[in-house]
């Protein structure tokens, strides 16, 4: 389970993620995934949420395999496989610990901007050695 994934989240699906067929809704899945994202870019890249440079999501896919019911025990992890000019990718997967099979992949891919000028940039080479560093 999350192999070859080092940033990790777990907790079990609140209430408020639960639609009316009693399984996590689709739109949990993504606010899980940005959740996990902007952890990922604070603690790894040093890139706060309110920082001159950012990002911004360009494109998702979601791939839903395996229903996941409330108060059941989630585990997502992400890691960034892919870092181009201006854009780089984050991929996800979410496992039910309870049941230990994976329920979902997500795939998205982010530009990397600055929000002052409001325009795309290259990556930053910091946040460049930063993922090498801590995706090895």
């Known amino acids: ?16 993620d639960v639609d009316i067929l009693r399984h996590a809704n689709n739109v949990a899945y993504l ?9 990922y870019a604070a603690e790894v890249l040093g890139a706060d949420v309110g920082g001159e440079h950012g990002m911004i999501l360009a494109k998702t896919k979601v ?6 019911l409330y108060r059941e025990r989630v585990a ?6 892919r870092i181009g000019g201006k854009s780089f990718d984050f991929e996800f997967e979410v496992w039910s610990d309870d049941k230990d099979v ?3 992949h997500i795939y998205s891919v982010l530009v990397a901007m600055n929000y002052v000028t409001n325009q795309t940039i290259p990556v930053p080479q910091d946040w460049r050695d930063r993922i090498a560093e801590f995706e090895r």
Do not use: H, N, Q
């Open 1 to 16: 389970m999350l192999e070859g994934y080092r940033f990790a989240s777990r907790f079990r699906v609140p209430l408020s």
């Open 31 to 39: 606010r899980w995934a940005e959740t996990l994202r902007t952890d």
């Open 63 to 68: 791939v839903y395999e395996k229903p996941i």
């Open 76 to 81: 997502i992890g992400t890691r960034i496989p």
């Open 102 to 104: 994976r329920c979902a």
